[in-house]
């Protein structure tokens, strides 16, 4: 059964950092493309990044480019979200991905994900 816990979430000054975390089981995290999504009050779940499963290639959307970084660690199994110069629009709920052999066109399709985590609760004050 596979599950994606997510963590690191928190509350945290605009211009602050923060990291997040995803530890995934019942996987082989080396053959699945990973995604973080977010969700903020009334809106939809969004794409935020991606890494393909070979590393490949790396995806992000353009509110984030050049604050935030995906990596993952296969050994670990563990994937993470390095956030930097938070702003407050970036308040949302954080939501880590999974889809297996996921290609590079997939990667910011939120809706090709196959699996979820429940999220972690990211709160920027300005």
């Known amino acids: 059964q596979v599950q994606l816990v997510e963590s690191g979430g928190g509350l945290v000054q605009a211009g602050g950092s923060l990291r997040l975390s995803c530890a995934a089981s019942?996987?082989?995290?080396?053959?699945?493309?990973m995604g973080w999504c977010r969700q903020a009050p009334g809106k939809e779940r969004e794409f935020v990044a991606g890494?393909?499963?070979?590393?490949?290639?790396?995806e992000y959307a353009d509110s984030v480019k050049g604050r935030f970084t995906i990596s993952r660690d296969n050994a670990k199994n563990t994937v993470y979200l390095q956030m930097n110069s938070l702003k407050h629009e970036d308040t949302a709920v954080y939501y880590c991905?999974?889809?297996?052999?996921?290609?590079?066109?997939?990667?910011?399709?939120?809706?090709?994900?196959?699996?979820w985590g429940q999220g972690t609760q990211v709160t920027v004050s300005s």
């Open positions: 890494i393909e499963w070979n590393d490949f290639n790396t």
């Open positions: 991905a999974a889809r297996r052999y996921g290609s590079d066109h997939m990667m910011t399709m939120r809706d090709q994900y196959d699996y």
């Open positions: 019942g996987l082989t995290l080396r053959t699945y493309t």
